[in-house]
């Protein structure tokens, strides 16, 4: 079984240029998270979906940031204009339902985007 | 401030040892969990706890979380190399809230 696909695995940009990310979760799952991870830190959420839904986007910074998730399935996590402040590893997690309203539920992460703004 | 607070921040032994690492808040949770993130990868969860005073092993990993459900622990036993990693503690505080929060984890290193 494939699990949560992220693309690219390192990006470098200039700053004030656009950047997106990718993340195609494991089939069937019906919940999306995006986090992002600072060097030295735990994972911070950014947006929740449950399917197409964004549900929780209280900590994304929505002047810059903007995600999808088109028909429910792949999701795309957009960033315009970056900052230098921004350089940090997107994780993508997808579960079955949401972990934290299920005890036991298994969360699944990609591998990250590894996103270096100069 | 952090919600969750992991203690300690970097700990680096001999193969062989045994070691505890901890999970700590001022907040009650409905569910805890742990997970190892490697260099280069996303975090893989290795257990849930959602009583307190709840005790799970897994192979040579004990948890443990507290009975107030404030607190949990991770206690590795023989510790080997390929336990390097870095471990996370995430905490839900409402069951239907669908939202979790992340410690800043601590950084194994077990040297061979």
């Known amino acids: 079984e494939a699990g949560v696909v992220q693309s690219p695995r390192y990006k470098i940009i200039e700053k004030k240029q656009p950047v997106a990310f990718w993340c195609n979760p494991i089939s069937g799952h019906n919940t999306l998270y995006w986090y992002r991870q600072n060097l030295g830190q735990g994972p911070e959420l950014l947006i929740r979906?449950?399917?197409?839904?964004?549900?929780?986007d209280s900590q994304l910074p929505k002047d810059r940031f903007s995600a999808e998730r088109l028909k429910g399935v792949d999701s795309t996590l957009k960033i315009q204009p970056a900052e230098l402040g921004d350089s940090a590893v997107y994780l993508c997690?997808?579960?079955?339902?949401?972990?934290?309203?299920?005890?036991?539920?298994?969360?699944?992460f990609g591998q990250g985007t590894r996103l270096t703004v100069v | 401030t952090q919600l969750l607070e992991q203690s300690p921040q970097f700990l680096s032994i001999q193969e062989g040892e045994n070691l505890t690492v901890y999970c700590n808040s001022s907040s009650v949770f409905s569910s805890l969990q742990w997970y190892r993130q490697e260099p280069g990868e996303g975090p893989v969860l290795l257990v849930t706890?959602?009583?307190?005073?709840e005790v799970k092993k897994l192979k040579r990993l004990t948890f443990q979380f507290g009975d107030a459900r404030k607190d949990s622990s991770l206690h590795i036993t023989a510790a080997q190399p390929g336990d390097t990693g870095l471990y996370l503690c995430?905490?839900?505080?409402?069951?239907?809230?669908?939202?979790?929060?992340f410690g800043d984890g601590t950084t194994l290193t077990v040297k061979p």
């Open positions: 979906y449950e399917n197409e839904e964004a549900v929780d």
């Open positions: 997690a997808s579960s079955l339902v949401s972990p934290w309203g299920a005890a036991g539920t298994e969360a699944f």
């Open positions: 995430a905490g839900s505080l409402n069951t239907n809230a669908g939202k979790s929060t």
């Open positions: 706890v959602v009583t307190g005073g």
